[in-house]
C-alpha cells in the first residue's frame, strides 16, 4: 500500500522559514516524480513543485519561484520543501502527492497546516 | 482557467449529480476529478476525463471533451456528499477548478 505522510507545518512569523518533510513508502520511490501541492483556505489545490525522480529536475509555480526549494533523499524515501520569506499568503495546508506538474496526482499525503502571521 | 458549476449543489441520496467543467482552452482528454471530504486530502476519481481510478465505484463517471466536461454520480450515497475539483494537466501547470460542495438537501 503506498503511503505518504507529510509534516513540519506550523506558525511562523512573515519573512520566516519552514521545512516540510514527506516520509513515502509501498512503491518504488526514485522511479516516481513527486509534487508538492497546497490549498488555502475555502480555495482549490495549488500545484507548487516537483521533483523528478532522480531529483536532477525540479520546477516552481511563479508564485514561490526563488523563495522554496524543492528536494528529495531517494536513500531515505524522503520528500522535502525549504520554504524562506514566507509571506501571509502562503498560508495553507501543504500536501506532498506523487506525481508531476502536468500529470494527474494519485496519492496524496495528510496534509500539514502552514500558517504565516504575525 | 478552469470553472466549475455549480459552486453548490443539494441532492438527496438516490440523486443523480451532475457537474460542470468548462476550461478556456481544448484539454482533451487531460481532465481529472477529485472528491475531498472535510480535513482529508484529495481523492482521485477521475483521470484522462473518463478513465475510474482503481477501487472508485461505478456509481462516478466522467464524460467530454475539448473545453466542457462532467462528473456524473448516479445514485448518490451518503459517503458521496463532499467537494470535487476538476484539474486540467493539458498543459503546464496542471490547474484546479474552485469546485463544487455537494451537500444534502
Known amino acids: 500500500e503506498v503511503q505518504l505522510s507529510d509534516s513540519g507545518g506550523g506558525l511562523v512569523q512573515p519573512g520566516g522559514s519552514l521545512r516540510l518533510s514527506c516520509a513515502v513508502s509501498g512503491l518504488t520511490f526514485s522511479n516516481f516524480a513527486m509534487s508538492w501541492v497546497r490549498q488555502a483556505p475555502g480555495k482549490g489545490p495549488e500545484w507548487v513543485s516537483v521533483i523528478s525522480g532522480r531529483g536532477d529536475s525540479s520546477k516552481y509555480a511563479d508564485s514561490v519561484k526563488g523563495r522554496f526549494t524543492i528536494s528529495r533523499d531517494n536513500s531515505k524515501n524522503m520528500l522535502y520543501l525549504q520554504m524562506n520569506s514566507l509571506r501571509v499568503e502562503d498560508t495553507a495546508v501543504y500536501y506532498c502527492?506523487?506525481?508531476?506538474?502536468?500529470?494527474?496526482?494519485?496519492?496524496w499525503g495528510q496534509g500539514t497546516l502552514v500558517t504565516v502571521s504575525s | 482557467q478552469m470553472t466549475q458549476s455549480p459552486s453548490t449543489l443539494s441532492a438527496s441520496v438516490g440523486d443523480r449529480v451532475t457537474i460542470t467543467c468548462r476550461t478556456s482552452q481544448n484539454i482533451s482528454p487531460w481532465l481529472a476529478w477529485y472528491q475531498q471530504k472535510p480535513g482529508k486530502a484529495p481523492k482521485l476519481l477521475i483521470y484522462?476525463?473518463?478513465s475510474l481510478e482503481i477501487g472508485v465505484p461505478s456509481r462516478f463517471s466522467g464524460s467530454g471533451s475539448g473545453t466542457e466536461f462532467t462528473l456524473t454520480i448516479t445514485s448518490l450515497q451518503p459517503d458521496d456528499f463532499a467537494t470535487y475539483y476538476c484539474?486540467?494537466?493539458?498543459?503546464?501547470?496542471?490547474?484546479f477548478g474552485q469546485g463544487t460542495k455537494v451537500e444534502i438537501k
Open positions: 484522462r476525463a473518463s
Open positions: 502527492a506523487k506525481g508531476g506538474s502536468s500529470a494527474t496526482f494519485d496519492h
Open positions: 484539474q486540467q494537466y493539458s498543459s503546464y501547470p496542471g490547474t
